[in-house]
């Protein structure tokens, strides 16, 4: 089975930074998109940051773009997220995702989820 597991969450003060990682096991090949979603309590999912394995091309949500850089690591089945100039905005439970198909800003494009890993970004 597929499986991603996420870490490198943690408390950060407002201009801190932090970098998330995300290791994949179970994949077939790296014909995959790997995206960065985020979501706080009461509200939806949203689309941070997503990459193509064959295609080391980031794509970004607005709110992160110029803050935050996606890149991937397949010799180590990882995908990492560096997270700069972070504001409270930016606090919720970040998840990794594997898609096949499908826009990468779209959830339902990625058919496996890791857990998360909760981000705090004090002000």
């Known amino acids: 089975q597929v499986q991603l597991v996420e870490s490198g969450g943690g408390l950060v003060q407002a201009g801190g930074s932090l970098r998330l990682s995300c290791v994949a096991s179970?994949?077939?090949?790296?014909?995959?998109?790997m995206g960065w979603f985020r979501q706080t309590p009461g509200k939806e999912r949203e689309f941070a940051a997503a990459?193509?394995?064959?295609?080391?091309?980031?794509y970004y949500a607005n709110s992160v773009k110029g803050r935050f850089t996606i890149s991937s690591d397949n010799a180590k089945n990882t995908v990492y997220l560096q997270m700069n100039n972070l504001g409270p905005e930016d606090t919720g439970v970040y998840s990794c995702?594997?898609?096949?198909?499908?826009?990468?800003?779209?959830?339902?494009?990625?058919?496996?989820w890791g857990q998360g890993t909760q981000v705090t970004v004090s002000s």
């Open positions: 995702a594997a898609s096949r198909s499908g826009s990468v800003y779209i959830s339902r494009s990625y058919g496996y």
């Open positions: 179970g994949l077939a090949d790296n014909r995959f998109a």
């Open positions: 990459v193509r394995l064959n295609a080391d091309y980031g």
